[in-house]
T-cell receptor, first 114, second 113 residues
Framework: GENVEQHPSTLSVQEGDSAVIKCTYS??????FPWYKQELGKRPQLIIDIRSNVGEKKDQRIAVTLNKTAKHFSLHITETQPEDSAVYFC?????????????FGKGTHLIIQP | DTGVSQDPRHKITKRGQNVTFRCDPI?????LYWYRQTLGQGPEFLTYFQNEAQLEKSRLLSDRFSAERPKGSFSTLEIQRTEQGDSAMYLCASSVGANSPLHFGNGTRLTVT
């Protein structure tokens, strides 16, 4: 099955700086990679996703890049703000295969220092 | 709020008791998923339904766990003979289809004493 590794586990950045979170996956057949943000005590919320037919996707201050050859993908947050503080999870799956469940990484606790 | 709703939000039970959780997905979503999340970890896939059919179960889903979605709408997750290791947040999610994003509920936090 799929295995998703995420790092770092904790990331502290100054407000206004950029943050980068990286994930690797093991199943070369995986083709869908979402990122979720989870604030303390709340539900995971999808912030951006990417499919394997594109290498990069951007939505305002958030971007995701995918390197299929190296089997890794990254989340980039620019001009960080205090409300970006949360736990971020990457995930992957092969949406065309028999296994439909997303495999999540262990999460990155992003701390935005004022 | 037309999002995924879960009930109860919290459940405290004694070891050995049975518990049942309910999930109401977004109304037009035909796929429904159950995940478990423990502190400091990402959600772990348990099982999913397409309409009323349970199509996949994780190896994490022991025989003490059973899930149903009898009419293809709401779903229940039952844990029999609870153990302390079952303490976790149980998250439900739904999606329109196989290649669509998952929308999570707020979860049911289970504490087994």
């Amino acid at each position: 099955g799929e295995n998703v590794e995420q790092h770092p586990s904790t990331l502290s950045v100054q407000e206004g700086d950029s943050a980068v979170i990286k994930c690797t996956y093991s199943d070369s057949a995986s083709n869908y990679f979402p990122w979720y943000k989870q604030e303390l005590g709340k539900r995971p919320q999808l912030i951006i996703d990417i499919r394997s037919n594109v290498g990069e996707k951007k939505d305002q201050r958030i971007a995701v890049t995918l390197n299929k050859t190296a089997k890794h993908f990254s989340l980039h947050i620019t001009e960080t703000q205090p409300e970006d503080s949360a736990v971020y999870f990457c995930a992957g799956k092969n949406s065309g295969g028999g296994a439909d469940g997303l495999t999540f990484g262990k999460g990155t606790h992003l701390i935005i220092q004022p | 709020d037309t999002g995924v709703s879960q009930d109860p939000r919290h459940k405290i039970t004694k070891r050995g008791q049975n518990v049942t959780f309910r999930c109401d997905p977004i109304s037009e979503h035909n796929r429904l998923y159950w995940y478990r999340q423990t502190l400091g970890q990402g959600p772990e896939f348990l099982t999913y339904f397409q309409n009323e059919a349970q199509l996949e179960k994780s190896r994490l889903l022991s025989d003490r766990f059973s899930a149903e979605r009898p009419k293809g709408s709401f779903s229940t997750l039952e844990i029999q003979r609870t153990e302390q290791g079952d303490s976790a947040m149980y998250l439900c999610a739904s999606s329109v289809g196989a290649n669509s994003p998952l929308h999570f509920g707020n979860g049911t936090r289970l504490t087994v004493t």
